[in-house]
């Protein structure tokens, strides 16, 4: 009886989408790729932001452009 109520519950609270259908994965979006690092400045992986493959991939290229033009910092020491 309990796991049927539990089974209810969780299918009722879906996540929203970490990406939004109209927002595109660029190095120019520091706003959104901000979201997909950590305090220390690392990519987080894929299980935590909720993305597919693809978008990881994207994700991940579209970080690393934007820290070699200096948009985003390789690390974060701010103590």
Same mark, same amino acid.
């Given at each position: ?37 950590? $305090? ?37 020491? $701010?103590?």
């Amino acid at each position: 009886m309990k796991q049927a109520i539990n089974k209810s519950k969780r299918s009722s609270r879906r996540r929203l989408p970490p990406i939004r259908s109209g927002e595109i994965i660029d190095y120019k979006n520091i706003n959104l790729l901000r979201r997909f690092i950590s $305090e220390q400045g690392r990519i987080l992986s894929r299980r935590m932001n909720r993305l597919t493959s693809k978008q990881q991939r994207l994700m991940t290229i579209a970080i690393k452009r934007a820290r070699v033009l200096a948009l985003l910092p390789f690390l974060n020491n $701010e103590n």
